[in-house]
């Protein structure tokens, strides 16, 4: 019940900011992300980003984004639950239809 609650305020989160979260194959470049300074770096290829994921480079709450259109989200929202990083899908939040 908890876990429901939770994706309720989720949806009305979403619902405020007019957006909603759509699940979308990894973009194979683009990827770009916030330093710890609030510098963004990028964009990197998809495999380069596996790469650093595999040595530990990324730490959750890390701003990132697949598309530079898309506003940054932290590392750990990006992914679906069960779905290793970088390997076939990735979140994007996208504009809710009028």
């Not at 939770?6 to 405020?16: A, D, G, L, M």
């Not at 992300?33 to 980003?49: C, S, T, V, W």
Request: aromatic content about 14%; overall charge neutral.
């Amino acid at each position: 019940q908890q876990q429901q609650q939770q994706q309720q305020q989720q949806q009305r989160v979403f619902q405020v900011l007019g957006k909603r979260p759509v699940l979308v194959e990894c973009p194979l470049d683009s990827w770009e992300y916030k330093d710890p300074r609030g510098n963004i770096q990028g964009p990197f290829a998809l495999e380069r980003m596996r790469l650093w994921h595999q040595h530990g480079f990324f730490y959750p709450s890390l701003p990132m984004r697949c598309d530079p259109a898309d506003e940054f989200m932290p590392f750990m929202d990006l992914w679906p639950a069960g779905v290793a990083p970088f390997s076939i899908h990735v979140i994007r939040m996208c504009a809710l239809p009028f």
